[in-house]
């Protein structure tokens, strides 16, 4: 997407002005109990929430959330696919011997562990999100910086996020002005567009990169950034939906522990 980017909906989303420290525990909350589960109901449970949260309380474009959400759960339910056909298990539904180094089948044993994993995806994927989408990055890099992460890791990672839009921004500008020249109209003239492209943005990304350098060194730059990530207090609200949300999310693993599909 160049026109939306995940930066851009966590600049604006209804959960903006939330302590950033309050949204990573709820996500990073979410991956444990995903971990710490044994049955299939906690991670859709979690995953049930979470995106309640995303739509309705941080108002996240439900197309941009499905989109988002698409390659990930597609990647898993072919991961599933594959756990069930070659898992095995004693109660046999189906099998076939395609050749003599490869079995495969379909059990019950089988079936249940490719669901638990695909729910487990799931409900992990949705805690990600939530903080993808709720959290811009300049945020995170307070917390980091509170959290006591070394300085130089830190400006590393600041660089490095800068420099994603640098060469973002280089390509839409290149893309738009090929476009506008036909230089998509065939598809050969498609691959060799497309490899002008790579190398104009290659060396425009080096320019901006000399340019950054100098202009730190013209603002005395020392070894540390300044961080303009905002502090807001965790009000009582936010902390008891946490609260809430994670005795929810351990109560759930605890009652479903051992539950299987089939």
């Not at 939306?4 to 302590?19: F, I, K, P, T, W």
């Not at 490719?114 to 811009?136: H, K, Q």
């Not at 000399?210 to 965790?234: N, Q, T, W």
């Not at 609200?237 to 051992?258: D, H, M, N, P």
Request: proline share 2%.
């Amino acid at each position: 997407m160049f026109e939306e980017l995940l930066e851009d909906v966590a600049q604006n989303n209804g959960l903006r002005e939330v302590n950033t420290t309050v949204k990573l525990a709820v996500g990073l909350g979410a991956i444990v109990l995903c971990l710490l589960s044994t049955s299939y109901l906690s991670p859709l449970f979690i995953a049930l929430v979470l995106s309640a949260a995303i739509l309705l309380l941080a108002r996240i474009d439900i197309k941009t959330y499905a989109e988002l959400f698409l390659v990930p759960l597609w990647f898993a339910f072919l991961s599933a696919i594959v756990i069930v056909l070659i898992s095995g298990g004693e109660h046999i539904f189906w099998s076939w011997n395609p050749l003599s180094f490869l079995s495969l089948s379909i059990t019950r044993e089988s079936i249940n562990t490719g669901f638990f994993i695909f729910c487990r995806v799931i409900g992990g994927m949705s805690a990600l999100l939530f903080i993808a989408l709720t959290t811009p990055m300049t945020d995170l890099f307070a917390v980091m910086r509170k959290a006591c992460v070394p300085d130089f890791v830190i400006d590393l990672a600041m660089i490095i996020y800068r420099t994603i839009f640098i060469l973002m921004d280089q390509v839409r500008q290149i893309y738009h002005a090929q476009v506008m020249r036909l230089g998509y109209s065939t598809w050969r003239e498609s691959i060799t567009t497309f490899a002008s492209m790579c190398g104009a943005a290659f060396i425009a990304s080096w320019d901006e990169g000399d340019d950054l350098i100098r202009a730190m060194d013209a603002r005395c730059y020392d070894g540390k950034f300044a961080l303009m990530g905002e502090s807001r207090p965790a009000g009582f609200r936010s902390v008891a939906a946490l609260c809430l949300f994670i005795a929810s999310g351990s109560a759930a693993v605890y009652v479903s522990q051992g539950m299987t599909l089939l």
